[in-house]
């Protein structure tokens, strides 16, 4: 069993910046994909990054590319969203996820094995 905390989210300007963590329980974090989603009020829960066991590979959704960055630190345990350049359509509760299945695997989030509670993100304009 893993359990996953998100921590991080909170009020921002457009514009700004914020760095969400996930730390994980469990000594076998090191050998999932992890992965961050969120959901804005009323809508589906959309994919927004991943990163593979190593931390070698990540994959972004379009919309995110250029501004966020996913890291992960397998000896803490912990998975980073570095988001820059903020707008208010990035408002949304951010959850963390945890996927046993390997990189080449779909990153719907039906598939993901492990979730967090999420963290709000609300960027004011």
């Known amino acids: 069993q893993v359990q996953l905390v998100e921590s991080g989210g909170g009020l921002v300007q457009a514009g700004g910046s914020l760095r969400l963590s996930c730390a994980a329980s469990?000594?076998?974090?090191?050998?999932?994909?992890m992965a961050w989603f969120r959901q804005a009020p009323g809508k589906e829960r959309e994919f927004v990054a991943r990163i593979s066991w190593s931390g070698s590979r990540t994959y972004y959704v379009d919309s995110v590319k250029g501004r966020f960055t996913i890291s992960r630190d397998n000896a803490k345990n912990t998975v980073y969203l570095q988001m820059n350049s903020l707008n208010p359509e990035d408002t949304a509760v951010y959850y963390c996820?945890?996927?046993?299945?390997?990189?080449?695997?779909?990153?719907?989030?039906?598939?993901?094995?492990?979730w967090g509670k999420g963290t709000l993100v609300t960027v004011s304009s």
């Open positions: 469990g000594r076998t974090f090191s050998s999932y994909v």
């Open positions: 996820a945890a996927d046993t299945r390997g990189w080449y695997s779909d990153y719907a989030a039906r598939g993901m094995d492990y």
